[in-house]
């Protein structure tokens, strides 16, 4: 059997372009590693987490949709600040330390629950909704259309 360096079995030359027999349907061949999240727990058992955690704080007078919001954004900063002067950053974190991965984790953990809860005061069913934008999203852009292109739906002629 010939070897391969691992890159060509991917369908990928030296210099990253995918190589030419790579279907557009097997695209997911393409990609450097699999990575899946685990099942659970949900979007509603973190939303019932969290509505337990505040429950048991008497903090449901705090958490109202404007404040639910503020402390989202803030969260996102801190996600934002364990990125900044790294320059590029590739997939998988090369290079980061056990302990900043941890704190990406949890930072981008507050990020999400705060987004629940926001989700939830706001009367959006979140899992619901997401699975209409992601349809709404197919319909704007057609993969025949914009395959390897990252132009914004405005921009595409007809
Ligand atoms: N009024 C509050 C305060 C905290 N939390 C919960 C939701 C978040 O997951 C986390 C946020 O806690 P902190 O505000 O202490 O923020 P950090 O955990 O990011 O700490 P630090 O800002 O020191 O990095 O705690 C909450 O629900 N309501």
């Known amino acids: 059997m010939m070897a391969t360096n691992g890159r060509e079995a991917r369908g990928l030359k030296e210099n ?4 030419e027999e790579q279907p557009h349907a097997n695209r997911e061949a393409v990609r450097p590693q699999k990575f899946t999240f685990s099942p659970e ?10 509505a337990e955690f505040t429950d048991e704080r008497d903090w449901d007078k ?19 600040e364990l990125f900044q002067w790294r320059g590029e950053v590739a997939e998988g974190l090369p290079g980061w330390t056990e302990s900043e ?3 990406l984790a949890h930072e981008l953990s507050d990020v999400l629950i705060y987004l ?3 989700a939830e005061k706001c009367r959006v069913d979140l899992p619901q909704a997401v699975l209409r934008k992601i349809a709404l ?3 704007k ?3 025949s259309k914009v395959h390897g292109s990252a132009k914004k739906y405005t921009e595409y002629e007809d």
């Open 16 to 19: 990253g372009a995918v190589t």
């Open 116 to 118: 629940l809860e926001l």
């Open 41 to 50: 727990p949900t979007m509603e058992d973190i939303r019932r987490m969290q």
């Open 62 to 80: 705090f958490h109202q949709p404007r404040n639910l919001l503020m402390a989202m954004v803030g969260e996102v900063g801190e996600v934002a």
């Open 141 to 143: 852009y057609p993969a």
């Open 137 to 139: 999203n197919r319909l």
């Open 101 to 103: 991965r941890e704190q």
